[in-house]
């Protein structure tokens, strides 16, 4: 049973940094690519970062530069660090994986930025 929950979300100010982390279980986690969306409020889905099983990482313009995504494989952890935090952030943050074809999403944390 594939299971990724998610934690580390909450109220920052502006230009103030969290660090966002996803736990996997049920898969090969060191082979598989991993990914964080966020999800705000009348706006659909989108991504914003992923990291491949070598490293590889893909970042949206919106948070590149802002955001690094990272993976400890001897923890089954993947992690997403957000510095210089903006309200347009703010945001519903899920977990991602794609294991044996079948999307899987963690329950997601709110992360919000205000002051």
């Known amino acids: 049973q594939v299971q990724l929950v998610e934690s580390g979300g909450g109220l920052v100010q502006p230009g103030g940094s969290l660090r966002l982390s996803c736990a996997a279980s049920?898969?090969?986690?060191?082979?598989?690519?991993m990914g964080w969306y966020r999800q705000a409020p009348g706006k659909e889905r989108e991504l914003v970062a992923q990291?491949?099983?070598?490293?590889?990482?893909i970042y949206p313009d919106s948070v590149k530069g802002r955001f690094t995504i990272s993976r400890d494989n001897a923890k089954n952890t993947m992690y997403l660090q957000m510095n210089s935090l903006k309200p347009e952030d703010t945001a519903v943050y899920c977990c991602?994986?794609?294991?044996?074809?079948?999307?899987?999403w963690g329950q997601g944390t709110q992360v919000t930025v205000s002051s």
């Open positions: 049920g898969i090969i986690f060191r082979i598989s690519t």
């Open positions: 991602n994986v794609v294991w044996y074809g079948r999307g899987y």
């Open positions: 990291i491949n099983s070598g490293g590889g990482t």
